[in-house]
């Protein structure tokens, strides 16, 4: 089992719709939460963090956090096709700093 | 406010010379990370840095590999000798760490490397 699980996609979502990103992670002890977006040929971008249960809003981008289930999910409303590039989860324990990095999920927004 | 530096951004060598890629963090940031990306891999967390000390060499695939850090705004990644399957984009982040909370990596460009 992979440490940091995403849906590889690509997720295609219609312009103006609500894209869905999940991710889920093995170890319990993990801490803090990130959201990365990479576009093609650039670098990964931070665009969300969260650290403890819940949603956290900033602009169109949502992040919501289940420590029970192990999960961390993006929510990205009114999709835009500058929106289209991969989208990385990373998660670190609680003992240091080390980030561990899902597949990511790539997403298509289509005019 | 100037990001991660990386130098240089393209590199292409043939194969057995020696590459040095180089970074520069954030000022400021006290952990600095390399990573490898491929296609095929995803996103490999090679080595990192806090406070200049290694703390987590895991990653580093063989001993062809080293990782340097003499102070506190300068790191290098250096691969003697180079084969074709080290090609890949070769990222150095940065952050701040302390004991309250993990601060997230800020990323460089990357330096894309071809072995021929």
């Known amino acids: 089992q992979k440490e940091v699980e995403q849906n590889s996609g690509p997720l295609s979502v219609p312009e103006g719709a609500i894209a869905s990103l999940n991710c889920t992670y093995s170890d319990r002890g993990s801490q803090s939460f990130f959201w990365y977006r990479q576009y093609s040929g650039k670098s990964p971008e931070l665009i969300m963090s969260?650290?403890?249960?819940g949603d956290k809003e900033d602009g169109r981008f949502t992040a919501q956090l289940n420590k029970a289930s192990q999960y961390v999910s993006l929510l990205i409303r009114d999709s835009q096709p500058s929106d289209s590039a991969t989208y990385l989860c990373a998660v670190t324990l609680a003992a240091g700093n080390k980030l561990t990095f899902g597949g990511g999920t790539r997403v298509l927004v289509k005019p | 406010d100037a990001g991660v530096i990386q130098s240089p951004r393209h590199e292409v060598t043939e194969m057995g010379q020696e590459v040095t890629l180089r970074c520069k963090p954030i000022?400021?940031?006290?952990?600095l990370f390399w990573y490898r990306q491929t296609m095929m891999r995803g996103l490999e967390l090679l080595i990192y840095?806090?406070?200049?000390?290694?703390?987590?060499d895991s990653g580093m695939p063989e001993d062809r590999f080293s990782a340097k850090m003499p102070n506190a705004s300068f790191s290098t990644l250096k691969i003697q000798p180079s084969e074709p399957r080290d090609s890949a984009v070769y990222f150095c982040?940065?952050?701040?760490?302390?004991?309250?909370?993990?601060?997230?990596?800020?990323f460089g460009d990357g330096t894309r490397l071809s072995i021929l």
């Open positions: 000022s400021g940031h006290n952990s």
């Open positions: 969260i650290y403890s249960n």
């Open positions: 840095f806090n406070n200049n000390v290694p703390i987590d």
């Open positions: 982040a940065s952050s701040l760490f302390g004991r309250e909370s993990n601060q997230p990596q800020h």
